[in-house]
C-alpha cells in the first residue's frame, strides 16, 4: 500500500515538473511576445515619436497630404486608440513650420471627432461628416514654442455646438519636438453622461471617424483663425476627404 501511494506521488511530482518544463506549454502572452510584431499601443505623450515609429501600421489610422489639395503646411497625421484613449500624431512641413514659428503664431487645430459612427448626427452643416464633438486648442506659445494642447470640448446639441469643457489641461495632454506633434485624448470625457447631455446619446463607439483641421492665429490678428490645412484632404471639389476611420485596439 505504502509503494502504491508512493509512486503515485512521484507520478504527481513528476506531472508538475514535467509540465512547467514542457517547451510547448507556452502562455498566450509568451507568443505574443516572439518574433510576433507587438500589437498593443504604447504610446507615450513626451515629445518623442520612436513610440509611433515602433507601432504597426495596421493599429493605427492615417492620411498623408494631397500633393494636389490647397494645403500644405501638413503632412501626415496618424490616429489611435485603445479602451481608455484616443492619440494623434501630426507632422508638419518643416518649412512651413519654421514659418510660422519664427513669427510667433499660435497653431491652433481643431480635431473633428464622428464619435457614434453615424453620419446623420452630429454635425451635418459642413462636408456631411457628421461628428459629434469637436476638440480645439493651441499647438504652440506666443513665444513661436511647442506648449501642451490645452483643450476646449465642445459637443453637437440639437443643431448647435455646446461649450462643454472650456480650456482644461485636464482634458487632453500635447507634446511636440522639430516637425511632429502628439496628443492624447481622455476618452471618458466623451461620454454625454460626463456632461447630463441627452444628445447625441454616445460614447466614443469602438470604430469611429476623426480628422483634424489646422489653422494659424497672428500676433497682429489674434482671434482670427487663418486655416493652414485640413486633414485627411483631397485634391477633388474643396479640398475635403473623408475622415480617418479608427478602431480601438484592445488588449495586448
Ligand atoms: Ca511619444
Ligand atoms: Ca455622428
New binding site residues.
Partial sequence: MKKVVLMLLAAAVCFVSCKQDNPNDVKPSDSDNGNKKNLSLE????G??S??AATDASLYASAETDPDAPWDAVEEIRCCADPDYVYYYIRYNEDALAELMAENDQLPIRLNINTDGEFESGYLSYSLQGYDFIVEGDLSDKAGNWSSMVGSLYQRVNGSWEELVRESDALVVGAGNGAEY?IMLDRGLFSSAAYGSSEPNSSIGDVFQTGIRFYETTIKNPGHWEELSNMPNSADGSGYADLLEVKTVKGK
Fill in positions: 504610446i507615450e505623450i513626451d518623442v515619436f513610440d509611433w502628439e
